[in-house]
């Protein structure tokens, strides 16, 4: 393995902020040292100054992707923290009213889908078919190949069996090949879409129902702030907030949004 200097950290740390919001300084260098180290092969350095460089001039910006799809962390499942899927459909869509209208909902560091198509199974499972067709469920995330993995629909056996019940299996999904593919009906509310969150956000329309669950945990305090920002301006008024189980929005956006605390299940926030 090639092994990061504290002078190169620092240029790294730097071009990762600008490209992703993530801060990585010199006590996790070795997330640089045993993510990046594909790039020294494919790009021919044998340094971090070296691929610095090739990176920072690599005018088609494919290199700049690799990095984001290799330092990001995709890490995700269905019906991840069960207790606010469950609240969910006890509290929240009875709360946005979804058997009466049709949501509009952003999943916004949805990796690969998991958490997109687990919102869209939890509200179809809500609301049976009314309105659901109708609902539309945006899904973003900076990486390419995420979002790649994400619009297929196709997962693996291991990430079936990561929150998936058998009852949920054979309602929502159907075999391919060796693989499970996610159902049409649940497939076509959900649309994904490239997106870097530390840049501006603007939609024409406002959403009713946002998450945003463990991505601004990589994010400085600063990015934080601006974030939770932004997206208070893209929810309704009395629409929903959901972050991260270890996520609060303590001292970051509080005149914003109220939390709701419904233990033991979890805490969600409504934008005022
Ligand atoms: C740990 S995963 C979380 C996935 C899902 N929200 C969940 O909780 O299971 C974090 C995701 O955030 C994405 N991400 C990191 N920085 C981002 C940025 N600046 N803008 C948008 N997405 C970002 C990563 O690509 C990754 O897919």
Redesign the pocket.
């Known amino acids: 393995m090639i092994s990061i200097q504290t002078n190169e950290t620092a240029i790294w740390s730097e071009l990762v902020h600008q490209l992703?919001?993530?801060k990585i300084d010199h006590s996790r260098a070795y997330l640089y040292e045993t993510r990046l180290f594909q790039l020294f092969r494919e790009t021919g350095t044998s340094s971090f100054e070296e691929l610095y460089s090739k990176v920072k001039h690599n005018k088609c910006g494919t290199l700049q992707k690799k990095v984001?799809?290799l330092i990001?962390?995709?890490?995700?499942?269905f019906f991840?923290?069960l207790g606010i899927f469950e609240l969910l459909k006890s509290r929240i869509l009875p709360e946005l009213k979804a058997t009466s209208r049709p949501l509009k909902i952003w999943?916004?560091?949805?990796?690969?889908g998991?958490?997109a198509y687990s919102i869209a199974i939890a509200l179809c499972e809500y609301c049976g078919s009314r309105f659901f067709s109708k609902t539309k469920i945006l899904a973003?995330?900076?990486?390419e190949s995420?979002i790649f993995r994400a619009s297929k629909g196709i997962y693996n056996q291991f990430e079936i069996n990561r929150g998936l019940s058998s009852e949920r299996l054979s309602s929502w999904f159907l075999p391919h090949c060796d693989y499970w593919k996610v159902r049409d009906k649940i497939r076509q509310i959900v649309s994904f879409r490239k997106?870097?969150?530390?840049?501006a956000i603007s939609f024409n329309k406002k959403f009713d129902l946002v998450?945003?669950?463990?991505?601004a945990?990589?994010?400085s305090e600063e990015d934080k702030k601006n974030l939770f920002q932004k997206i208070a301006k893209v929810i309704s008024p009395g629409g929903i907030l959901v972050l991260?189980s270890t996520e609060s929005l303590l001292g970051l956006s509080a005149d914003s949004f109220e939390p709701v605390r419904a233990y033991p299940k979890g805490i969600y926030y409504r934008r005022l």
């Open positions: 992703c919001g993530i984001v799809d990001t962390t995709g890490e995700t499942s991840r923290d999943s916004t560091a949805c990796s690969t998991q958490e973003t995330d900076i990486s995420a997106m870097n969150l530390t840049g998450f945003c669950r463990n991505v945990i990589y994010f991260g």
